[in-house]
């Protein structure tokens, strides 16, 4: 199976830098996802890493290091705006050579002026 | 990445009916998945849906409660069958590109 850890909640004021960590442990490992969700919203698709390193996009940048199984989502630049759920996914190849998503828990973050 | 139109966006149903949900996506793809979401949750795979092929289903999930249809490379249904107040919940369907995945806007669905 996969399971995926990352914090519940974090609060950060506009103009902060904050990181939302995710670890994770699934078989058939193949990238990590980070999702952005506004309430009532749909998941919107933020980054992707498939391999070890930083990626970056605007404000947003993600980690992965694939021996810690580790991954992280930083937001540069807080906006009021990037108050949201944020969920980490883990690219899973399954039985069926599907590649799959499968998602965290998520973390609340509260962007406070 | 696709765009996807997913109907109905709500809807209040009676125990023990069905509920069928749509997605349209604007352009071809080969694999889309079904995910559930209670408010304040994660999202829970239900299945993948390949067309031409029978879905896949996660563990917990079974054919006879949520069938699927995938008739060709832009078009899947979801089928909520013999619904009870647990089967309330808001229900997604996304397509997979390159790197991730884009979602239909939702449904949701309360059961009374």
């Known amino acids: 199976g996969q399971s995926l850890e990352q914090p519940s909640e974090v609060t950060a004021v506009e103009g902060a830098i904050v990181q939302i960590n995710c670890t994770y442990q699934?078989?058939?490992?193949?990238?990590l996802s980070w999702y952005q969700q506004h309430d009532g919203g749909a998941p919107t698709f933020l980054s992707y890493?498939?391999?070890?390193g930083l990626e970056e996009t605007g404000r947003f940048s993600s980690f992965l290091s694939r021996s810690d199984s580790y991954g992280y989502l930083l937001l540069q630049e807080l906006q009021m705006k990037d108050s949201a759920s944020y969920f980490c996914?883990?690219?899973?190849?399954?039985?069926?050579?599907?590649?799959?998503?499968?998602f965290g828990s998520g973390t609340k973050l509260n962007v406070k002026p | 990445s696709a765009v996807i139109s997913q109907k109905p966006s709500r809807d209040i149903c009676q125990r023990g009916t069905s509920l069928t949900i749509q997605c349209q996506v604007d352009?071809?793809?080969?694999?889309m998945f079904w995910y559930r979401q209670q408010p304040g949750q994660s999202l829970t795979l239900i299945a993948t849906a390949n067309q031409g092929s029978e879905a896949t289903y996660e563990s917990g999930f079974v054919i006879d409660k949520f069938p699927i249809s995938r008739p060709n490379l832009t078009f899947s249904t979801l089928t909520v069958s013999n619904m009870s107040p647990e089967d309330s919940s808001i229900y997604l369907c996304s397509a997979s590109w390159a790197d991730g995945y884009t979602f239909g806007s939702g449904t949701r669905l309360t059961v009374v």
């Open positions: 352009s071809q793809v080969t694999m």
């Open positions: 890493n498939g391999l070890d």
């Open positions: 699934t078989s058939g490992f193949y990238g």
């Open positions: 996914a883990v690219r899973d190849r399954g039985e069926r050579n599907f590649n799959k998503f499968y």
